[in-house]
Structures are given as C-alpha cells and as structure tokens.
C-alpha cells in the first residue's frame, strides 16, 4: 500500500487554504502597491555582531523604548515576531479548540480567519454594514461561546476607522467573558485614533501593533500586543522561547529611538499627503466607480468591471491587491500608497485605461 502523507496531515490543514500574501501572490512589476509596506527603505546599523548566544525571550530595551513610546508600562508589552504572531498567541491562550470561538467582521485581515483554521479554533462570521461599520446588534447576539473579538481599526482593507463609541459598547457588554483585540497596525497614520487609553479601564482590551507599515519595515518581523500585565502573562506562557534574533531586537531599538520616531511621523505626512492626492484624482477616473476615503496608507477603490483594471496594470508591472473575489467586495482593488512619482505613474496609467472603449 503507498502512503499517503498528505492523509496523516490535520483535517482542517488539508482543507486548509494558506494566507494569500502578497509575496506568495507574485507578479512581475516595478511598482508594487499591494503589500501596504512603506516604498522606501530606512538605514539601519548592526550594532551587535555577536550571535552564539540565544536572545533575550523579550528584549528589554525594546520593551522598555515601545513603552515609552506608547506611554504605557513595560509590563502591558509583549513584543514577538510581527503582529500576526500576536494573533496567534491570543488564540492559543485563550481557545480551547473544538469548544470556543472567536468572532470577526468581514471584510477584514484575513489572518484571523487563517490562523483560526490552522490551529483549530472555530469562528463566527458577522460582515461589517454597508458603510463598513460593526453589525452591533447582530454581532451582540452571536456573542455565545466566542472567546475572542477580533477587529481592525483603521479596518484593512477598507480603510476606515470603526466608529469607538461601538468599541465602547462592545468593550462594555463583553466584560468579563470575551477578549476584545483590536488591531492597529495602520494606527501611526491616524494616531489620534488609538485606544491605548482605554486600557485602564478594560481588562479585557487587547491592542496589536506592528513595525511593519508605517515604520517602514515589514521585512524585519516585529510586532506588539499591548494589554493588561494578566493577559501578558499568559501569552508569555506560549510564546517560543527566541521570538525575535538579535539582528532583529537591534534594528527593532534603533526604529524605535527618538530620530527613528521622527523620521516614521515624517515619512505618515508624506505619505498621508500622496494619499489624499489620490484620492481625489481617483475619483474624477472615468474607470472608477467608488472610493472609499482612508485613514491609512491604503487606499480601497471600486472599478468599473469592464476596464479589467487589475489584470491591465498587472502586465504593466504595476502591481495591486485583487479584493474583488471577496464577499462584498466585488470590483475592488486595494492600492498601497507609494512614492509621489509611484502615484503619478499609477495615475497616468489609469488615466491612459480610461479612454479605452469598454
Ligand atoms: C500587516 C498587518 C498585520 C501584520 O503585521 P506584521 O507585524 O507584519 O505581522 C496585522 N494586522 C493587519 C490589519 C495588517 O494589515
């Protein structure tokens, strides 16, 4: 009898269908807006060159700079290998599989739905409303056995904010019995907007952060949940013990020193402004239907189907994110903001799509 490995796997890894990430997408371009990643690199130095010793399991330096950069305590921090890692050990903190749930609101990051699905943990689904806010009602009643609340603020991809007086209510009505994470990796572009505040009022409020986006460096790996020491201590207890190298806790430090801070609110208002640029470009396109405005470095927009906007810029080496196979999301791209020249070109070529005969 010939063995079958793919047999021996999980069940739910063999219907599993992985993450489609940008890198695992491809393409073959020169302008790539379909990661949400800054579009220039930051200079870094390593300052450590040796590297026969395990690193520290929290990095205390990194820890203690994130700290006073958010103006919480040290404690409320735990740092791991990028944002999506902190999704994963909340789940496997807090889910017990085949028994809770979580819960989130389409169309969002997919990664909670993912890692939900690799590790077993069931979910429910409430979609968002048409103007892509939280479905309260529907979600308050759905609420049974669901463990954790997972929601994304500014929301990817859709680029809004979720109203805060909802977060409140929900904050409010799952006290006690379910964990609220909010995911704020766009949050730099919007800073006004965070929630960190609240986290003396709610024990069960958990933040996620990350220094892939506005920080510049999606390529590093380094993320951040920040909640209530409680819930640090439990996620301390299933997190990998060398969550990050020393080449990344160093380069982590650096970003998060006085001038790396500046020089990331420096590059939110250059890019805050090349996006409002496009915004109202997009909106006078002939191939355009919708856009949606955004508090991030993002920016979701509606075509009208027959210009086969994604597939035209695509051969072009102009490469953006295909959202139109998503419920809801029909006919729509998401468009990372670049450089101004990358949204000048971009421009261009649409401007060129537009006066093609449909
Ligand atoms: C990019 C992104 C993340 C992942 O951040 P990493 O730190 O790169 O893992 C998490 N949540 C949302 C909403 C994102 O867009």
Same mark, same amino acid.
């Given at each position: 009898?010939?063995?079958?490995?793919?047999?021996?796997?999980?069940?739910?890894?063999?219907?599993?269908?992985?993450?489609?990430?940008?890198?695992?997408?491809?393409?073959?371009?020169?302008?790539?807006?379909?990661?949400?990643?800054?579009?220039?690199?930051?200079?870094?130095?390593?300052?450590?060159?040796?590297?026969?010793?395990?690193?520290?399991?929290?990095?205390?330096?990194?820890?203690?700079?994130?700290?006073?950069?958010?103006?919480?305590?040290?404690?409320?921090?735990?740092?791991?290998?990028?944002?999506?890692?902190?999704?994963?050990?909340?789940?496997?903190?807090?889910?017990?599989?085949?028994?809770?749930?979580?819960?989130? %609101?389409?169309?969002?990051?997919?990664?909670?739905?993912?890692?939900?699905?690799?590790?077993?943990?069931?979910?429910?689904?409430?979609?968002?409303?048409?103007?892509?806010?939280?479905?309260?009602?529907?979600?308050?009643?759905?609420?049974?056995?669901?463990?954790?609340?997972?929601?994304?603020?500014?929301?990817?991809?859709?680029?809004?904010?979720?109203?805060?007086?909802?977060?409140?209510?929900?904050?409010?009505?799952?006290?006690?019995?379910?964990?609220?994470?909010?995911?704020?990796?766009?949050?730099?572009?919007?800073?006004?907007?965070?929630?960190?505040?609240?986290?003396?009022?709610?024990?069960?409020?958990?933040?996620?952060?990350?220094?892939?986006?506005?920080?510049?460096?999606?390529?590093?790996?380094?993320?951040?949940?920040?909640?209530?020491?409680?819930?640090?201590?439990?996620?301390?207890?299933?997190?990998?013990?060398?969550?990050?190298?020393?080449?990344?806790?160093?380069?982590?430090?650096?970003?998060?020193?006085?001038?790396?801070?500046?020089?990331?609110?420096?590059?939110?208002?250059?890019?805050?402004?090349?996006?409002?640029?496009?915004?109202?470009?997009?909106?006078?396109?002939?191939?355009?239907?919708?856009?949606?405005?955004?508090?991030?470095?993002?920016?979701?927009?509606?075509?009208?189907?027959?210009?086969?906007?994604?597939?035209?810029?695509?051969?072009?080496?102009?490469?953006?994110?295909?959202?139109?196979?998503?419920?809801?999301?029909?006919? %729509?791209?998401?468009?990372?903001?670049?450089?101004?020249?990358?949204?000048?070109?971009?421009?261009?070529?649409?401007?060129?799509?537009?006066?093609?005969?449909?």
């Amino acid at each position: 009898m010939k063995l079958n490995i793919k047999d021996l796997a999980r069940a739910n890894v063999r219907k599993l269908i992985p993450y489609q990430s940008a890198r695992r997408i491809g393409g073959k371009g020169n302008i790539w807006l379909n990661a949400n990643e800054f579009p220039l690199p930051v200079p870094f130095k390593l300052s450590q060159q040796i590297f026969n010793r395990y690193p520290e399991c929290q990095p205390k330096l990194v820890i203690e700079k994130y700290a006073s950069y958010v103006g919480l305590k040290p404690e409320q921090i735990l740092v791991s290998r990028g944002a999506d890692e902190g999704i994963e050990l909340i789940m496997k903190a807090f889910c017990e599989p085949g028994h809770d749930t979580i819960l989130f %609101c389409p169309p969002t990051y997919e990664m909670y739905k993912v890692t939900a699905e690799t590790i077993g943990i069931k979910y429910r689904i409430v979609h968002t409303l048409d103007n892509w806010q939280l479905n309260i009602l529907e979600i308050t009643n759905t609420l049974k056995k669901v463990k954790v609340l997972y929601m994304c603020s500014p929301n990817n991809p859709t680029g809004n904010l979720i109203n805060s007086k909802d977060i409140h209510q929900l904050l409010e009505i799952t006290a006690g019995k379910t964990l609220v994470v909010v995911d704020e990796a766009y949050i730099e572009f919007c800073p006004e907007a965070t929630l960190i505040n609240w986290l003396n009022k709610y024990p069960h409020l958990v933040i996620l952060r990350t220094l892939s986006k506005a920080f510049a460096l999606a390529g590093l790996r380094c993320g951040f949940t920040l909640a209530n020491k409680p819930i640090i201590d439990l996620l301390m207890k299933v997190i990998t013990p060398y969550p990050l190298s020393i080449p990344v806790a160093d380069i982590a430090s650096q970003a998060l020193s006085e001038p790396g801070i500046a020089l990331m609110r420096k590059h939110v208002i250059d890019l805050n402004t090349n996006r409002d640029w496009l915004f109202h470009q997009l909106k006078q396109m002939r191939c355009v239907q919708q856009v949606f405005p955004s508090k991030t470095n993002y920016i979701l927009v509606r075509f009208i189907k027959e210009f086969n906007v994604f597939k035209k810029l695509w051969d072009k080496g102009i490469i953006l994110r295909n959202q139109s196979k998503k419920d809801y999301l029909f006919g %729509c791209i998401r468009i990372s903001i670049g450089t101004n020249e990358e949204c000048k070109s971009l421009i261009a070529a649409l401007q060129n799509l537009s006066m093609e005969k449909i």
